[in-house]
């Protein structure tokens, strides 16, 4: 148990959906994180927020939207999707006071676009 | 551009022995370095790190060496378990920077 709780954990979607991924930590953390990982390639950073505030958007196509509430939810809204982009989409969070932070990763989500 | 490498996809050990996994980064402002573990069907979950001051961190049975003039780093499982099974990933970090770049994976199997 990580502390990081993501759902839904598997979804399934057309190209003409709109969904959203939702993640929360229960760390007490106050920066989250989407990552993406797709087949055969590494970890891609997508968002950064920092006590709500996006602070890193990693050159992502507007279908994704990510949104932060608070510091402990975080949700990516998906919309017009691509099939190239199903992934397995993780969620992070740190503890940023520090120079050097460990970030905390989600179960996940696997989404699948056709 | 790859900043951090795992060039082994797969590594098979036998119960017992020791497992050395490996990391080379290009990047020298590269100064944390992290290793992560990943189960199938779970997130990657947090192993041990490494600042850039130090060569070497220990965490019971794992321990991760820096040898920051050949921008290597590896990861020794000693001894070996099957439950330690799983994809390994290691990645790296700037200064004050929250952006972890992470190398492609090392599948670890461990033979009973």
Same mark, same amino acid.
């Given at each position: +148990?990580?502390g990081?709780?993501?759902?839904p954990?598997h979804?399934v979607m #057309?190209?003409t959906?709109?969904?959203?991924l939702?993640?929360?930590?229960?760390? #007490?953390?106050n920066?989250m994180?989407?990552?993406?990982?797709?087949?055969k390639?590494?970890l891609?950073?997508?968002?950064?927020y920092?006590?709500? +505030?996006?602070t890193e958007?990693?050159?992502? /196509?507007?279908?994704?939207s /990510?949104?932060?509430?608070?510091?402990?939810?975080?949700f990516?809204h998906?919309?017009?999707?691509? /099939? +190239?982009?199903?992934?397995l989409?993780?969620?992070?969070?740190?503890q940023a006071?520090s120079?050097? +932070?460990?970030q905390?990763?989600g179960p996940g989500?696997r989404?699948?676009?056709? | 551009d790859?900043q =951090?490498?795992?060039n082994?996809?797969s590594?098979? *050990?036998q119960?017992?022995?020791i497992?050395?996994?490996n990391?080379d980064?290009?990047?020298?402002m590269?100064?944390?370095?992290?290793?992560?573990k990943?189960?199938p069907a779970?997130?990657?979950?947090?192993?041990?790190?490494?600042s850039?001051?130090?060569?070497k961190?220990e965490d019971g049975?794992?321990t =991760?060496?820096?040898?920051?003039?050949?921008?290597?780093?590896?990861?020794h499982?000693?001894p070996s378990?099957?439950?330690?099974s799983? =994809?390994?990933?290691?990645a790296?970090s700037?200064?004050?920077?929250q952006? @972890? *770049?992470?190398?492609?994976?090392?599948? @670890?199997?461990?033979?009973?």
């Amino acid at each position: +148990e990580t502390g990081v709780t993501q759902t839904p954990r598997h979804l399934v979607m #057309g190209m003409t959906n709109k969904k959203s991924l939702k993640c929360e930590q229960h760390l #007490g953390h106050n920066a989250m994180y989407w990552y993406k990982q797709s087949a055969k390639k590494p970890l891609e950073l997508m968002f950064v927020y920092n006590f709500k +505030e996006q602070t890193e958007n990693n050159s992502v /196509p507007s279908r994704f939207s /990510p949104e932060c509430p608070n510091s402990s939810h975080l949700f990516l809204h998906l919309h017009t999707l691509q /099939p +190239e982009d199903s992934a397995l989409y993780l969620c992070a969070s740190s503890q940023a006071t520090s120079d050097q +932070e460990t970030q905390y990763f989600g179960p996940g989500t696997r989404l699948l676009v056709l | 551009d790859q900043q =951090v490498k795992q060039n082994s996809p797969s590594l098979s *050990v036998q119960e017992g022995r020791i497992s050395i996994l490996n990391c080379d980064y290009t990047n020298s402002m590269f100064d944390y370095f992290l290793w992560y573990k990943k189960y199938p069907a779970e997130g990657p979950t947090f192993l041990i790190s490494i600042s850039s001051i130090k060569d070497k961190n220990e965490d019971g049975r794992f321990t =991760v060496f820096l040898n920051k003039s050949a921008k290597h780093l590896s990861l020794h499982i000693v001894p070996s378990q099957p439950g330690d099974s799983a =994809v390994y990933f290691c990645a790296a970090s700037e200064w004050g920077a929250q952006k @972890l *770049v992470f190398g492609q994976g090392t599948r @670890l199997t461990i033979n009973p």
